[in-house]
T-cell receptor, first 109, second 116 residues
């Protein structure tokens, strides 16, 4: 069935380190792909999206490229900040949004 | 625009009590959803609605009911609260066209429910 697999957290980094959070999906066809972010005590916010193969979504220094061949949508950021500490969810949609289990990122000064 | 508004933000229920979690959207989106998020876990779909008057079950519907009498409102009802329903509940809305919500979902800020 449809599913999203994310790398398990927590991911612990020092400020200015490079971030990669892996995400792969299993779906019928070529769905739109999303990354959502959840800051402590808040709801989910759309971080970035890509709607077709080879599209790159970007926002706030984060990037992810829709890789059809590997069914992946890995999240990257070149230099993380303490304020990036949050839980990151990979997701794709048909008429329902299918989430991964989330990856907690902790960035220390 | 307010987007998606959920009330209440927090609630403590005793076992066997009932309550309704309210969700309202002002974006005229056709689809609405209820998810629950358990500690350290992802989101699981409880129920969803593709439009006024139409609802359908998600992954974990047992113990819940919903209704969608208008485009704007999608309340979630717990009839006999159980400790297993302790969770954070998120409502979301999306414009779905040709089977896809290409612009993503807009989430409410959540309702933290504790059943004791």
């Amino acid at each position: 069935g449809d599913s999203v697999t994310q790398m398990e957290g927590p991911v612990t980094l020092s400020e200015e380190a490079f971030l990669t959070i892996n995400c792969t999906y299993t779906a019928t066809g070529y769905p739109s792909l999303f990354w959502y972010v959840q800051y402590p005590g808040e709801g989910l916010q759309l971080l970035l999206k890509a709607t077709k193969a080879d599209d790159k979504g970007s926002n706030k220094g984060f990037e992810a490229t829709y890789r059809k061949e590997t069914t992946s949508f890995h999240l990257e950021k070149g230099s993380v900040q303490v304020s990036d500490s949050a839980v990151y969810f990979c997701a794709f949609n048909t008429d329902k949004l299918i989430f991964g289990t989330g990856t907690r990122l902790q960035v220390f000064p | 625009n307010a987007g998606v508004t959920q009330t209440p933000k927090f609630r403590i229920l005793k076992i066997g009590q009932s309550m309704t979690l309210q969700c309202t959207q002002d974006m005229n989106h056709n689809y609405m959803y209820w998810y629950r998020q358990d500690p350290g876990m992802g989101l699981k779909l409880i129920y969803y609605s593709v439009g006024a008057g139409i609802t359908d079950k998600g992954e974990v519907p047992n113990g819940y009911n919903v209704s969608r009498s208008t485009t704007e409102d999608f309340p979630l009802r717990l009839e006999l609260a159980a400790p297993s329903q302790t969770s954070v509940y998120f409502c979301a809305a999306a414009w779905v066209s040709a089977g896809e919500a290409n612009y993503g979902y807009t989430f409410g800020s959540g309702t933290r429910l504790t059943v004791v």
